[in-house]
């Protein structure tokens, strides 16, 4: 199982204030429509060729739509890159717009 946390649960991290890098995997358009404040987008098909802008320091929370393309980033990171600090946000936009913010938009 991939290491992953709720929405509910990211929300209450960014609200602590805690340090965390956001990547939005999904492709231009879908980010243009909505995101999360403050993310990266970096296309999955992009991950490869930009993986050093990703933080080593800090949990990075992978996004996209509903949590699949994201957990693809995260176990190509994880098994490619030997990167361990990184984590899947379930459910993806979808679920952080129905759950947490309903002012990010749903498609």
Do not use: F, K
Request: proline letters at 7%.
């Amino acid at each position: 199982m991939l290491p992953d946390l709720t929405p509910q649960d990211l929300h209450a991290r960014l609200e602590r204030g805690e340090l965390l890098q956001l990547v939005d995997v999904r492709e231009p358009e879908e980010y243009e429509y909505c995101h999360i404040e403050g993310s990266l987008l970096l296309p999955l098909g992009d991950i490869p060729q930009h993986v050093e802008e990703l933080a080593t320091d800090r949990p990075v929370v992978l996004i996209c739509h509903h949590g699949v393309r994201s957990a693809q980033a995260l176990g190509y990171l994880q098994h490619r890159h030997g990167l361990n600090n990184l984590l899947n946000l379930r459910g993806g936009i979808h679920a952080w717009s129905v759950q947490v913010d309903p002012t990010v938009a749903i498609y």
